[in-house]
């Protein structure tokens, strides 16, 4: 038991952002690492040549199982689904494949795939898992797996952002867009969205958010100010990183409200992402360790 515990929280950060890249939930990947390691105490590892190898492998096949029936609560969800942001820590943002792969706009885009398609994609395009790994972990043929992969990462590069600015110009951009916020400045917000800017909101039925997503960098600079005159309590936009990624943690009279996570794309914002559903807030308070390794 003691070996197992050893192996398993050395690996446990790494299992964890396997399963919630798959997932886009907090909640559910820590619910599938206790079922890993309900199963991982019953093998003998003394038998077992790759620990790593082996806990991704029960991970991955518990995450599956998990996001098939996710896939039917989203279909119920009332408005726009987002992932679950996690406040996390500047080493992240440092690795910029490990951003990318948990960014709002790529993981949106994964929730276009099929639950192995995403599986296949995560594990090698993200986590460099080899295909009789993966074949293994998702019970294919290598020839299966090679075409699967071929398929999602198609399918994911025709729809990722274009274009990626670097750390300086998207602080830049989002203090920009944090001043013409808290000024109330139209053209100053105009300025820094994009003419094809898209904002997505998650209320999760709990909190008043848009039935659809708002496009356009005057009707979502107009919902902003429009929204913002209406209200009667001191709100304040804080920069943070949330994903890896520049983010607002926004605040009425010091409690939070939502975050919102940003998409640039060359020094503009192409994306906003807001997210108000309170049980998707739960890790905006503490930092969670996110690892490639």
């Given at each position: 038991?003691?070996?197992?515990?050893?192996?398993?929280?050395?690996?446990?950060?790494?299992?964890?952002?396997?399963?919630?890249?798959?997932?886009?939930?907090?909640?559910?990947?820590?619910?599938?690492?206790?079922?890993?390691?309900?199963?991982?105490?019953?093998?003998?590892?003394?038998?077992?040549?790759?620990?790593?190898?082996?806990?991704?492998?029960?991970?991955?096949?518990?995450?599956?199982?998990?996001?098939?029936?996710?896939?039917?609560?989203?279909?119920?969800?009332?408005?726009?689904w987002l992932p679950e942001p996690l406040l996390t820590t500047p080493d992240v943002a440092e690795d910029?494949?490990?951003?990318?792969?948990?960014?709002?706009?790529?993981?949106?885009?994964?929730?276009?795939?099929?639950?192995?398609?995403?599986?296949?994609?995560?594990?090698?395009?993200?986590?460099?898992?080899?295909?009789?790994?993966?074949?293994?972990?998702?019970?294919?043929?290598?020839?299966?797996?090679?075409?699967?992969?071929?398929?999602?990462?198609?399918?994911?590069?025709?729809?990722?952002?274009?274009?990626?600015?670097?750390?300086?110009?998207?602080?830049?951009?989002?203090?920009?867009?944090?001043?013409?916020?808290?000024?109330?400045?139209?053209?100053?917000?105009?300025?820094?969205?994009?003419?094809?800017?898209?904002?997505?909101?998650?209320?999760?039925?709990?909190?008043?958010?848009?039935?659809?997503?708002?496009?356009?960098?005057?009707?979502?600079?107009?919902?902003?100010?429009?929204?913002?005159?209406?209200?009667?309590?001191?709100?304040?936009?804080?920069?943070?990183?949330?994903?890896?990624?520049?983010?607002?943690?926004?605040?009425?009279?010091?409690e939070i409200d939502g975050v919102m996570a940003i998409q640039f794309e060359d020094t503009r914002i192409?994306?906003?992402?807001?997210?108000?559903?309170?049980?998707?807030?739960?890790?905006?308070?503490?930092?969670?360790?996110?690892?490639?390794?």
């Amino acid at each position: 038991m003691e070996a197992a515990t050893e192996a398993f929280l050395a690996h446990r950060n790494l299992l964890f952002t396997v399963a919630y890249e798959m997932l886009g939930s907090a909640a559910d990947a820590e619910d599938v690492l206790q079922e890993t390691w309900l199963r991982w105490i019953k093998v003998d590892i003394a038998q077992v040549f790759d620990q790593r190898a082996y806990l991704v492998r029960i991970t991955t096949r518990r995450a599956l199982d998990r996001l098939r029936s996710l896939k039917r609560r989203k279909e119920a969800y009332v408005g726009p689904w987002l992932p679950e942001p996690l406040l996390t820590t500047p080493d992240v943002a440092e690795d910029a494949e490990l951003a990318e792969s948990l960014s709002m706009a790529l993981m949106l885009v994964l929730e276009t795939l099929s639950p192995t398609e995403r599986a296949v994609f995560v594990l090698r395009e993200v986590f460099e898992v080899s295909y009789e790994e993966i074949a293994d972990a998702v019970d294919k043929n290598l020839a299966a797996v090679r075409q699967i992969a071929h398929r999602a990462r198609r399918h994911v590069d025709a729809r990722r952002p274009r274009e990626a600015v670097s750390p300086s110009q998207a602080r830049a951009a989002l203090a920009s867009f944090q001043r013409a916020l808290e000024t109330r400045d139209l053209q100053g917000l105009l300025d820094v969205l994009a003419p094809e800017v898209v904002l997505v909101s998650d209320g999760g039925g709990v909190k008043q958010a848009s039935p659809r997503p708002i496009i356009g960098a005057d009707k979502v600079a107009r919902f902003y100010l429009g929204g913002s005159a209406k209200l009667e309590a001191a709100i304040t936009w804080d920069a943070t990183l949330v994903n890896g990624n520049p983010a607002l943690v926004v605040r009425m009279d010091g409690e939070i409200d939502g975050v919102m996570a940003i998409q640039f794309e060359d020094t503009r914002i192409t994306g906003l992402y807001y997210v108000r559903n309170p049980q998707k807030l739960t890790r905006v308070a503490s930092e969670t360790p996110l690892t490639l390794r």
